[in-house]
């Protein structure tokens, strides 16, 4: 359902536009998230949008990426700028559906990664 992309060498100061294509119904969707996953570390959410548009993220994210959904073409993006070496993972986008409304639940399908190597 998720296929993301974008990812790749980049010098420090540098940029990468992450990119994550959905498929399936839009109806369902409840919010989309970008996480990341650097070697020995546990997964950290990078940023998360809202159906609705709604923005949040990670402090270490604030200020450098930027996360944008574009409806039309079921895809999201995270515009990573200003990467240091410690930006260097790999990151996954998450989809989280809506199973039932009553009472409310949630379900998460995951992509399959893309790498981010910040080196000079």
């Known amino acids: 359902q998720l296929q993301a992309s974008g990812g790749g060498l980049v010098q420090p100061g540098g940029s990468l536009r992450l990119s994550c294509v959905v498929s399936?119904?839009?109806?369902?969707?409840?919010?989309m998230n970008w996480y990341r996953q650097a070697p020995g570390k546990q997964r950290e959410l990078v940023a998360t949008?809202?159906?609705?548009?709604?923005?949040n993220y990670g402090d270490f994210a604030k200020g450098r990426f930027t996360i944008s959904r574009d409806n039309a073409k079921n895809t999201m993006y995270l515009q990573l700028n200003s990467l240091e070496p410690e930006d260097a993972a790999v990151y996954y986008c998450?989809?989280?559906?809506?199973?039932?409304?009553?009472?409310?639940?949630?379900?998460?399908?995951w992509g399959q990664g893309t790498l981010v190597t910040v080196s000079s």
């Open positions: 949008i809202t159906d609705g548009g709604n923005a």
């Open positions: 399936g119904s839009r109806i369902t969707i409840d919010r």
């Open positions: 998450d989809v989280r559906r809506v199973l039932t409304l009553v009472p409310f639940s949630t379900t998460d399908y």
